[in-house]
C-alpha cells in the first residue's frame, strides 16, 4: 500500500544536540511538507519542497533545515539553534499539480522533546 | 491572501447529540475545500473534501457543503459517537498554480457517553 512513513514515532534530544527526523513516501509525490504542532494548537509550516533539490522555508523555518535528494524522502534536521525544539512534527506529501483535488496526505508523525 | 476561520473550540457533546462545526473561507476564486480529522497522538487523515460550489462531501456519517454565496464549509453529524472524539481541521486549496492548502487552527471535539 502507499504511504507516508515518518520515523521515529518517540524521539529525544539533548539540549545543544541537532537530530534528523525521517519522512518517507512511495506516493510518487511530487510535493513534501514539514510542520510543527504545538499541544492544543494549529499547524505551522517549517519547510517546503515542491520538486527534488528544490525547497523553501515556511512560516517558522529558524532553527530548521531539510534536504530533498531523493523524491521519496525529505528528512528534517532540528539544530541547535531551534530553542523550543519541544513538539510534534508532521509530514505530507501531495501531488503538487494544479488540479490535484486530493489534498494531502500525512505521517503518523513524530513526537520530539528535549530532556 | 487566503485564510479559514474555524469554530473555536472546545466542542464537548453527548453521545448522540447533532454536530456542527464552522468553517468559513476567504480566497480568489474557487478553492477546493477539505475537513480533516486527527486522532490523539496520530497524524491528520482526509475525512471528505468538495471541489466546487453546492457539492456535498461525506464519509463516516459526516457530511459539508459548499455554500460559495456564504464562503462557508460547516462539518454536520447527525449523531456523534465516543470514536468521533478527535481534532477537526477545515482546509482549502486554490485550484491554480501550486499553492498550498490552507488550514484553519482546528477545533477540538469530545464525545461524552
Known amino acids: 500500500d502507499g504511504g507516508i512513513t515518518q520515523s521515529p514515532k518517540y524521539l529525544f534530544r539533548k539540549e545543544g544536540q541537532n537530530v534528523t527526523l525521517s519522512c518517507e513516501q512511495n506516493?510518487?509525490?511530487?510535493?513534501m511538507y514539514w510542520y510543527r504542532q504545538d499541544p492544543g494548537q494549529g499547524l505551522r509550516l517549517i519547510y517546503y519542497s515542491q520538486i527534488v533539490n528544490d525547497f523553501q522555508k515556511g512560516d517558522i523555518a529558524e532553527g530548521y533545515s531539510v534536504s530533498r535528494e531523493k523524491k521519496e524522502s525529505f528528512p528534517l534536521t532540528v539544530t541547535s539553534a531551534q530553542k523550543n525544539p519541544t513538539a510534534f512534527y508532521l509530514c505530507?506529501?501531495?501531488?503538487?499539480?494544479?488540479?490535484?483535488?486530493?489534498?494531502?496526505?500525512f505521517g503518523s508523525g513524530t513526537r520530539l522533546t528535549v530532556v | 491572501g487566503n485564510s479559514v476561520t474555524q469554530m473555536e473550540g472546545p466542542v464537548t457533546l453527548s453521545e448522540e447529540a447533532f454536530l456542527t462545526i464552522n468553517c468559513t473561507y476567504t480566497?480568489?476564486?474557487?478553492?477546493?475545500l477539505f475537513w480533516y480529522v486527527q486522532y490523539p497522538g496520530e497524524g491528520l487523515q482526509l475525512l471528505l473534501k468538495?471541489?466546487?460550489?453546492?457539492d456535498k462531501g461525506s464519509n463516516k456519517g459526516f457530511e459539508a457543503t459548499y455554500r460559495k454565496e456564504t464562503t462557508s464549509f460547516h462539518l454536520e453529524k447527525g449523531s456523534v459517537q465516543v470514536s468521533d472524539s478527535a481534532v477537526y481541521f477545515c482546509a482549502l486549496k486554490p485550484n491554480f498554480g501550486n499553492e498550498k492548502l490552507t488550514f484553519g487552527t482546528g477545533t477540538r471535539l469530545t464525545i461524552i457517553p
Open positions: 506516493l510518487n509525490h511530487d510535493a
Open positions: 505530507a506529501s501531495s501531488s503538487g499539480t494544479a488540479h490535484d483535488n486530493y489534498g494531502y496526505t
Open positions: 468538495a471541489t466546487k460550489a453546492d
Open positions: 480566497a480568489t476564486g474557487y478553492p477546493s
